[in-house]
């Protein structure tokens, strides 16, 4: 979240050059560049936990991910230690995508299966909606700095202040896992199958992990759109001040914070697709009107009602939709299959989503052509409702 909010900051300070635009665009691509090490690493982490335990997954990738925050955080800027600053923050940006290819799978599955009967939807809408508190605590943290501190000093260090304050949580992370149980779905499997076998399940079950990529690519576009994009697109496409956009993301990420296991709650009574298909609609209808409402007026009071719609779509349908995925998947490879899902639709829409709305309102000079990219995502997301195979709902309810 913080390499997405102060993209402008961290491309200043590592990839410095005569235009401001190539500046961005390079920290939004180092930015999105980390996201193409996710499905490799959904395989081979996913594999890990598929054989060792979603305990034992789950503390690897805090381990990995933490080299990667140290190496942002630390590392001095290009004015000190030239080309190798950014090398060694691209090689941070490509750890943390790998670890990350796991992550969101290790963790949707590990709820999934401590769940209580008839709760799943509302258990694994905490995965997604515990980002939410990354999201609010890394733009209240932006909130304050941009009200005390210069904009030249924030530029020059004051972007490293939240990215250390996440190295400092880290050690009670590794507690928190530490006292994790194993889940009695995974203990209860006799057989633990080997690397090349679970390999062999995800080319078999490849229609299944294509929905999936469908599916997550509406999720990943929008969150990424109204969270980590949110701050650069106010300040450089919309000219509003930077603590106005800060202010916003933080109601975005109260937003998502409360619909979010609301709406995971809804899907355990009434189903998860009435949930999918009402919100990739939506999207579809809305989206791009939305945008040209707040780029024909902008204020704080516009971006402010347009992110919040487009969050409550957001929550509405990654509140069905992650709990689907973990329910369509093959149990022998539930945490591999999801995790490859996840991370393909990010590595090639989500995570590219700042910098693709960067570029296409730079060549079309249209600043609502982000809304089309996100109707582009609720198509994919509609098409994959519709192709799935749901469960029957009472096994929904009483799985």
């Keep these: 979240m913080v390499f997405g909010y102060y ?20 920290s939004l691509m180092t930015f999105g560049a980390g996201f193409l090490m996710r499905p490799l690493g959904a395989v081979v982490l996913g ?3 598929d054989q060792h335990g979603r305990r034992a997954g789950l503390l690897l990738t805090l381990s990995l991910m933490s080299i990667g925050i140290f190496s942002i955080a630390c590392t001095p800027g290009y004015g000190t230690i030239g080309l190798l600053a950014p090398l060694i923050v691209l090689t941070g940006r490509l750890l ?3 670890s990350a290819g796991m992550e969101l799978g290790g963790v949707s599955v590990y709820l999934s299966e401590i769940a209580t009967p008839g709760h799943k939807g509302f258990y694994v809408s905490w995965q997604s909606g515990s980002q939410q508190v990354a999201v609010m605590f890394a733009a209240l943290v932006g909130v304050v700095l941009s009200s005390t501190l210069p904009p030249e000093r924030m530029i020059i260090w004051g972007w490293r202040v939240p990215l250390l304050i996440g190295c400092l949580i880290i050690p009670f992370l590794f507690r928190l896992r530490w006292s994790l149980q194993e889940t009695d779905e995974f203990i209860a499997r006799k057989h633990r199958p080997s690397r090349l ?25 929008s969150f990424y759109m109204i969270t980590a994009y949110t701050p650069t697109f106010g300040t450089s496409v919309l000219h509003l001040a930077a603590v106005d956009s800060l202010i916003v993301t933080l109601c975005v990420g109260a937003s998502n914070l409360f619909w979010l296991p609301v709406m995971g ?17 939506l999207m579809l209808l809305t989206a791009y009107p939305a945008m040209l409402w707040l780029v024909d007026a902008p204020s704080f009071s516009r971006l402010l ?34 995790a490859l899902a996840y991370s393909m639709a990010a590595a090639v829409f989500g995570g590219f989503t700042p910098a693709i709305s960067t570029y296409l309102i730079h060549i079309t000079q249209n600043r609502a052509i982000p809304g089309l990219w996100l109707s582009f995502a609720a198509a994919f997301g509609l098409v994959a409702t519709l192709w799935a195979r749901p469960l029957p709902r009472s096994a929904q309810v009483h799985e």
């Design 7 to 26: 993209a402008s900051s961290i491309g200043a300070a590592f990839f410095p050059s005569g235009n401001p635009f190539v500046s961005l665009m390079l």
């Design 47 to 49: 594999a890990y936990a």
């Design 96 to 98: 943390q995508g790998f």
């Design 197 to 221: 076998t679970i390999v062999r399940s995800l080319s078999a079950n490849w229609r299944i992990v294509l929905i999936g990529t469908l599916m997550v690519t509406m999720t990943t576009v």
């Design 265 to 281: 709650a809804l899907s355990d009574r009434i189903g998860r697709p009435p949930l999918l298909l009402t919100c990739t609609i």
């Design 305 to 338: 009602a347009a992110e919040l719609w487009l969050s409550f779509i957001y929550s509405g349908y990654n509140g069905a939709m992650v709990v689907f995925l973990t329910e369509i998947m093959p149990v022998e490879v539930r945490t591999s299959a999801f």
